[in-house]
């Protein structure tokens, strides 16, 4: 049976991305939505042919427990919300993937996936770069040590933010923080992904050129990573720059991702070759896998914990910037 999704928060990421990958998956398909906006909910109902039942507001959205058309919840929501709805779900009996950032700190993570445990549901984060080709070839090569041990990383990934200068994504309250939750996110991953370990501490700082724009949030972080086997590990966020490369050093070779991190399409080299590795629809790979695992009742290779240790790694890049020394993750 393919299982069925319903998407909460149709902004940007739910309408450009997720519906349009869900009429790509196999094993499940867009069932249902929520939204606060009617006006939306028609729009969408017409465009995918969503039946009126399976179309809750933020009021009822609690209702949904006694919908056995929708088998899983997506929180598509602004970060200060995700703990709220992946819990309200999992309480409703529905299994969850929520977006990242996973929540606004690692203690909400925390939460989050004793809510699900509690009420025996799955719980994922929406990282579709672990479903990608390209990055599960880095995973490969630094992890299996192709090359021999990965010695030095450094990586970044950002945009430069010319949106709306009132948008949650600049409100602390909403988003967190900045471009270092938003973007920096990824670049702390594909750090912990290539070397398959975890960071110990960190030490960061940062710089703000649009000090009017981002008053609340971060711009541009700069950080490294201590990690066990002494590896050299740099990283760096920002809503200033459009960034988005990893490059690592092996003792024996090297391989970089350019793009590193989007959805338009990765490319990479090893050894300077290029890898030439097909693109995939990410979001349609990642639903399709997380469809599988409800089916086995098998966690998600991306479970809430990997969120959780993402956001460890966030919180101990903040202390740093408090404190300007190393903080222990
Ligand atoms: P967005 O602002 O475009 O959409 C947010 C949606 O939430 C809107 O439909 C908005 O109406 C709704 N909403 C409900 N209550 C709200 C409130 N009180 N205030 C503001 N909005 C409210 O944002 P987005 O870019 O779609 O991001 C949503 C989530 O998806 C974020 O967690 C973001 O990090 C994530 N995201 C992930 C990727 C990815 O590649 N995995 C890409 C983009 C966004």
Redesign the pocket.
């Known amino acids: 049976k393919r299982l069925g999704v319903a998407l909460v928060?149709?902004?940007?990421?739910?309408?450009?991305?997720l519906a349009p990958a869900l009429q790509h998956t196999k094993n499940c398909y867009l069932a249902g939505i929520v939204?606060?906006?009617p006006a939306?909910a028609a729009t969408w109902a017409k465009k995918y042919n969503i039946a009126s039942k399976n179309i809750y507001n933020?009021q009822n959205f609690d209702e949904i427990a006694n919908n056995p058309d929708i088998d899983i919840v997506y929180?598509?929501?602004?970060?200060?919300?995700?703990k709220e709805y992946t819990i309200r779900a999992a309480q409703a009996g529905k299994h969850v993937i929520c977006?990242?950032?996973m929540a606004l700190n690692a203690a909400e993570c925390r939460d989050m996936i004793a809510a699900c445990k509690k009420a025996n549901r799955l719980l994922s984060i929406?990282?579709?770069l672990h479903f990608e080709p390209h990055t599960r070839e880095v995973m490969r090569l630094g992890q299996k040590q192709v090359f021999g041990k990965v010695t030095e990383i450094d990586t970044a990934n950002g945009f430069t933010y010319n949106g709306d200068p009132n948008?949650?994504?600049l409100k602390k309250a909403?988003a967190g923080g900045g471009g270092l939750?938003?973007m920096g996110i990824y670049a702390i991953q594909g750090s912990r992904y290539t070397l398959g370990q975890e960071p110990i501490a960190v030490k960061a700082r940062q710089e703000k050129t649009r000090p009017q724009l981002f008053k609340d949030v971060d711009e541009t972080v700069f950080w490294e990573l201590k990690f066990p086997g002494g590896q050299k590990v740099t990283g760096k966020s920002s809503y200033n720059h459009d960034w988005s490369y990893l490059r690592a050093r092996a003792e024996k070779g090297t391989f970089e991702l350019q793009p590193a991190y989007?959805?338009d399409g990765l490319d990479g080299k090893i050894n300077g070759k290029p890898m030439q590795i097909p693109n995939i629809i990410?979001?349609a790979a990642q639903m399709d896998d997380f469809a599988t695992c409800v089916t086995l009742k098998k966690q998600s290779r991306v479970p809430g914990e990997e969120g959780l240790k993402d956001m460890k790694v966030v919180d101990a890049i903040y202390r740093s910037l408090d404190s300007g020394k190393w903080e222990n993750i």
């Open positions: 928060g149709l902004g940007s990421y739910a309408g450009g991305q939204t606060g906006t939306k933020y929180v598509v929501l602004p970060v200060s919300m995700h977006e990242k950032p929406g990282y579709r948008a949650w994504r909403m939750m938003d989007g959805y990410q979001q």
